[in-house]
């Protein structure tokens, strides 16, 4: 009988690690995984290289992009180990979302949605479409993984409720993600001078979503000290680091809300004049939120907000150099379709 190569040992220690402790034991996964998303250029990767201590320039992010980091524990004690991954392309790459969170994976994973703060019209679809697409693929992930080890299901269901008293008025009333969910309002600086009312529209709507949603919620600029308390929440996720446990509901500073310590009582009802509520027709109390955030700040029109599906096409990646050879291959691939057309209409009629 030959002997196992390189690749089958190295597959068989894979799948025995992740056997190990499968069954849902208690034994701590070491390594964690921080998937970020949200609005285009809305600062997902300044946060990161913060988190990381990296002093270089954010660049574009291209589709989905990977780094990590190592966080030293005590002498002669392994590193923890934190996966960083980010979605590039606003809502226009749903798709590669399914890449890094797997049935396998998913216990590892937290997410972090940015959502930029200064461009409130874009800020509804932005995240709707998001949080949708990121929930749908979770909560398929939990269906899968249930089927092979309904225990680890169990258990990651137990500890997000954790988060919320049992004796909380609101337990009924919400849909926590199954996963750990962060959303971070960025370009604080920018919105600070916007008008009291609509600052008003933007906090209690996002607050509505984020405690719907079992999220904890936080704004962020390039203050050293805003910077400072998301790098702690983000070493949370990534470091298993205890979580703060300050809040901060006024709207007239940086909003800092853990997960689980607000309340629809507190949040109040949708900010629009009660005689204007009876007229929006909802079916849910988020599609509520939604008409009345929408009252405000209506989403720019279906052209404006149609995402580039292909990222080849999107100016924000251009190279010279590659787009002038792309252009000219596509004009050689249209001749050779002319020429073919050609060919074969000739063959048809001397036939």
């Not at 997410?111 to 930029?116: A, E, G, K, Q, T």
């Not at 971070?184 to 001078?193: A, E, L, P, V």
Request: proline share 6%; with cysteine.
């Amino acid at each position: 009988m030959p002997s196992e190569t390189l690749w089958e040992i190295a597959k068989a220690e894979v799948e025995k690690r992740g056997s190990s402790g499968g069954e849902g034991d208690g034994v701590e996964i070491g390594e964690k995984s921080v998937f970020f998303i949200g609005s285009k250029n809305g600062g997902k990767t300044t946060i990161i290289l913060r988190c990381l201590d990296r002093d270089e320039p954010p660049k574009p992010t291209l589709a989905l992009e990977y780094t990590y980091g190592r966080r030293t524990k005590g002498h002669n004690i392994p590193k923890d180990i934190a996966h960083f991954w980010e979605l590039g392309g606003g809502t226009s790459l749903l798709d590669l979302i399914s890449i890094p969170i797997t049935s396998d994976t998913l216990r590892t994973f937290s997410i972090v949605l940015v959502l930029d703060l200064s461009k409130p019209n874009d800020l509804w679809p932005t995240m709707e479409n998001l949080l949708q697409a990121m929930k749908s693929h979770v909560d398929k992930m939990i269906m899968k993984l249930g089927k092979t080890n309904s225990k680890a299901a169990s258990e990651m269901r137990q500890r997000i409720w954790s988060n919320m008293q049992k004796d909380h008025p609101d337990r009924e009333l919400v849909d926590p993600f199954l996963i750990p969910l962060v959303i971070i309002g960025s370009k604080y600086d920018i919105f600070q001078d916007f008008d009291s009312e609509k600052r008003k529209v933007i906090c209690k709507t996002l607050r509505f979503v984020a405690h719907y949603y079992g999220a904890s919620l936080m704004f962020t600029s390039k203050s050293e000290a805003l910077l400072l308390k998301i790098r702690g929440v983000i070493n949370q996720l990534a470091f298993g680091i205890d979580r703060s446990k300050s809040i901060c509901v006024d709207q007239n500073k940086p909003l800092f809300i853990t997960a689980g310590l607000d309340s629809l009582s507190q949040i109040g009802s949708p900010p629009v004049p009660d005689n204007d509520i009876g007229k929006l027709h909802a079916h849910s109390p988020m599609e509520l939120w939604k008409k009345v955030y929408e009252r405000v700040f209506p989403p720019k029109s279906i052209n404006t907000l149609k995402d580039t599906k292909d990222p080849a096409r999107d100016p924000q990646y251009a190279e010279r150099e590659v787009d002038e050879m792309r252009m000219q291959k596509d004009q050689e691939l249209e001749q050779y379709k002319r020429s073919s057309c050609k060919s074969w209409k000739q063959i048809e009629l001397d036939s």
